[in-house]
């Protein structure tokens, strides 16, 4: 259901597993990714710490519980290039409390380099459906 997601499709990114050690993606970098000097925009990486988090937190959500993004912050370290491959996500749950979970990630291209970490305050909402 996840890779079905119309936006993860844009961005040609895959959830490669998830549990409660944490989430995996994966970004097949290509041309549609460029910022203005040919290499990976900063929106993708983001988008990629955004759901990183978010997923690692689902195996922590409760029966009617969904969640969203209330505050994220991401801090790059090195350029994505195109022909790297691929950026790798991989997010993971640092609390959980009543009404907000905390989340952090990082992101690397292939050869393990990291990109770009990223943390994210999210919200709790009870008794909601995915829709």
Known sequence: MIN????YKTLSMQLENVGESGSSL???????????WGRVHGGVVASLVDAACG????PFLKD???????VMQV????????GSGNLIGRGKVVN???HLISAEAEIFNEEEKL??????????LRNRTLE
């Not at 997923?55 to 689902?58: A, N, P, T």
């Not at 009617?64 to 209330?70: C, I, L, S, Y």
């Not at 801090?75 to 195109?82: L, R």
């Open 4 to 7: 079905s997601i119309p936006y």
């Open 26 to 36: 994966r970004i097949k970098l290509r041309d549609k990714h460029k910022n203005l």
């Open 55 to 58: 997923l690692s937190v689902i």
């Open 64 to 70: 009617g519980e969904t969640m969203v993004t209330a």
């Open 75 to 82: 801090q790059y370290f090195a350029p994505a290039h195109i």
């Open 96 to 98: 959980r409390g009543g």
């Open 115 to 124: 990109v770009a970490k990223g943390m994210s305050v999210l919200k709790i």
